[in-house]
């Protein structure tokens, strides 16, 4: 499976920005992680196939919405409110399996990655 991701840019604080995540065949959780300089990989939100279990970084929760689209094999990730320290690199992540809660926010479990779309808030 081969992931496109898309949609990064520059954006003011306070505005929105929607990434998507295009997948080549079928997934089941997928997810998206950012990454700073000198810092390790960061989860950001995941979603099951089923798209009704989705779950978030308490530092993005209420701001950032994940969607799938199933027949298009596509997620999106709808990021409101932003702030500068939204400032990263973000890639979308995939597995084919049902990966467990315990899983789900760790960036080792996926077995597939998107190149990284760069996010940039101004303040």
């Known amino acids: 499976v081969q992931l496109q991701a898309s949609g990064g840019g520059l954006v003011q604080a306070g505005g929105s920005r929607r990434l998507s995540c295009v997948a080549s065949?079928?997934?089941?959780?997928m997810a998206w992680f950012r990454q700073v300089p000198g810092k390790e990989r960061e989860f950001v939100a995941a979603?099951?196939?089923?798209?009704?279990?989705?779950y978030y970084a308490d530092s993005v929760q209420g701001r950032f919405t994940l969607s799938r689209d199933n027949a298009e094999n596509t997620g999106h990730l709808q990021m409101n409110s932003l702030k500068p320290e939204d400032t990263a690199v973000y890639f979308c992540?995939?597995?084919?399996?049902?990966?467990?809660?315990?899983?789900?926010?760790?960036?080792?479990?996926?077995?597939?990655w998107g190149q990284g779309t760069q996010v940039t808030v101004s303040s």
């Open positions: 992540a995939a597995d084919i399996t049902y990966l467990p809660y315990a899983s789900i926010r760790r960036p080792d479990q996926y077995d597939y």
């Open positions: 065949g079928r997934t089941d959780t």
């Open positions: 979603i099951r196939r089923n798209g009704g279990d989705t």
